[in-house]
């Protein structure tokens, strides 16, 4: 894919990066001159973008599957049935399972996480926008007013979250947009990340991390000097 900017100063493209990695892992086969190089590799293995030509994705992309060339790509994988013998899906079914990390009497809330619209993962690139950071200069968390009020915080009061992994400081939110027993953070700011708070445990089927949910606590009483006089860079 083209980038949407150019690699700053003396900073070795990704591209680079990438090709010395695999060669001194598997001594040849990623002597790669450009994006354009990669992409054609891909294509000639991969039947569903066969059909497909650096030039012809364009600024604008072409949808795959694109199995030959001068083919305009589908919109949509399967149209009338699915690449199976019998030309259906197959559905299996997973019984439900808890959370690997439960609340309990020290850690008696849980803790999810989620992306801003403005922001995009852990900020490395978005909190550097001026314009972005203006909307959202610092990370957050939103506590619903049951626990505000059991807890004693008010909308703006800089609290403490743990977890078994770790501790942040953060400016609470009080909304009823989140539910009750529940806070909610973003991993998008390296000041005060939830990253450093959420459970690595992999799911036994989708073998992801299991990101949205972690047993909290949250803590009002914090040191002066632990809450932020300004928001800080990342």
């Known amino acids: 894919m083209r980038g949407v900017v ?8 990704d591209l680079d990066i990438l090709c010395d990695i695999g060669t001194r892992l598997f001594g040849e086969g990623f002597d790669f001159d450009d994006p354009e190089e990669v992409f054609e590799e891909l294509r000639e293995v991969c039947p569903i973008m066969h059909g497909m030509t650096y030039d012809l994705i364009g600024e604008e992309g072409i949808h795959w599957p694109c199995y030959e060339p001068g083919d305009e790509g589908d ?18 079914g997973v019984r ?20 801003l619209e ?21 990370n957050f968390v939103d506590v619903h ?16 979250v ?14 009823e947009d989140i539910k009750e027993g529940v806070i909610w ?12 708070l959420t459970n690595d ?16 606590e949250i803590e009002v009483d914090i040191e002066p000097a632990e809450t932020p006089d300004a928001p800080a860079d990342d």
């Open 96 to 115: 439900h399972t808890p959370p690997a990390e439960v609340p309990d009497d020290e850690y008696p809330l849980i803790l999810t996480t989620a992306r």
């Open 6 to 13: 150019d690699v700053p100063g003396n900073t070795r493209h």
């Open 201 to 216: 445990v992999l799911d036994p089927e989708a073998k992801i991390p299991e990101y949205k949910a972690a047993a909290a």
């Open 185 to 196: 953070t973003t991993p998008h700011f390296a000041a005060a990340a939830g990253n450093r």
């Open 75 to 92: 919109s949509y994988l399967y149209e009338e049935e699915f690449e199976t013998e019998s030309g259906l899906g197959h559905i299996e």
């Open 145 to 160: 007013p049951n626990d505000a009020e059991r807890y004693g915080i008010d909308d703006g009061d800089y609290i403490k």
């Open 162 to 175: 743990r977890s078994r992994r770790g501790e942040i400081v953060v400016e609470a939110h009080v909304t």
């Open 118 to 138: 403005e922001h995009y993962n852990t900020g490395t690139m978005s909190t550097r926008s001026p314009t972005l950071k203006r909307r959202t200069p610092e």
